[in-house]
T-cell receptor
């Protein structure tokens, strides 16, 4: 299995809702990432997990809460989001958190906040 | 056809021509670079990578050139096909862990 899967594919939520995005990989990778991508812009790094521990938080607002329950799963919990948080949320994984190696991306979750 | 990356985010080429997409990166300590292709509604897809100890790497129909002196990266696509139409991003790894930072991107349109 050489892919990163993300669910749901699309999500519409109100500003008072709580929802979660899910990411899964079965490649044995020990680093997992969340990126946010606005239309016609490059992906922006949000969080990095290394060996299931949060290693990087790129000053992301607390209404985004990541979680790594095990080495294959990565969640992003969403609460009290704003319309400007509407974007494509991408998950990625890589084999070695400490080295320079390829990141594999999932297809993304298209989030719309009303 | 050729883009200058940050200054010309769109590039249109005739089918069968060669394409050159350029990218300027920011950190002289970056040691690993990837070119990604992103089609509409999909996640970025790996095309080719290059490490800082190389200045050229070739794949199938694609070549990446790295000029560390001027911090410049280019992607050359030979005999461009309609299926190559997408947005292309360069990503640099800044040699601290495995974190990538993406360039602005170039939208390539292939005219049949």
């Amino acid at each position: 299995d050489t892919e990163v899967t993300q669910t749901p594919k699309h999500l519409v939520m109100g500003m008072t809702n709580k929802k979660s995005l899910k990411c899964e990989q079965h490649m044995g990778h020990r680093a997992m990432y969340w990126y946010k991508q606005k239309a016609k812009k490059p992906p922006e790094l949000m969080f990095v997990y290394s060996y299931e521990k949060l290693s990087i938080n790129e000053s992301v607002p607390s209404r985004f809460s990541p979680e790594c329950p095990n080495s294959s799963l990565l969640n992003l919990h969403l609460h009290a989001l704003q319309p400007e948080d509407s974007a494509l949320y991408l998950c990625a994984s890589s084999q070695d958190p400490g080295g320079s190696n390829e990141q594999f991306f999932g297809p993304g979750t298209r989030l719309t906040v009303l | 056809g050729e883009s200058v990356g940050l200054h010309l985010p769109t590039l249109s080429v005739q089918e069968g021509d060669n394409s050159i997409i350029n990218c300027a990166y920011s950190n002289s300590a970056s040691d690993y670079f990837i070119w990604y292709k992103q089609e509409s509604g999909k996640g970025p897809q790996f095309i080719i990578d290059i490490r800082s100890n190389m200045d050229k790497r070739q794949g199938q129909r694609v070549t990446v050139l790295l000029n560390k002196t001027v911090k410049h990266l280019s992607l050359q696509i030979a005999a461009t096909q309609p299926g190559d139409s997408a947005v292309y991003f360069c990503a640099e790894n800044r040699a601290v862990g495995n974190q990538f930072y993406f360039g602005t991107g170039t939208s390539l349109t292939v005219i049949p």
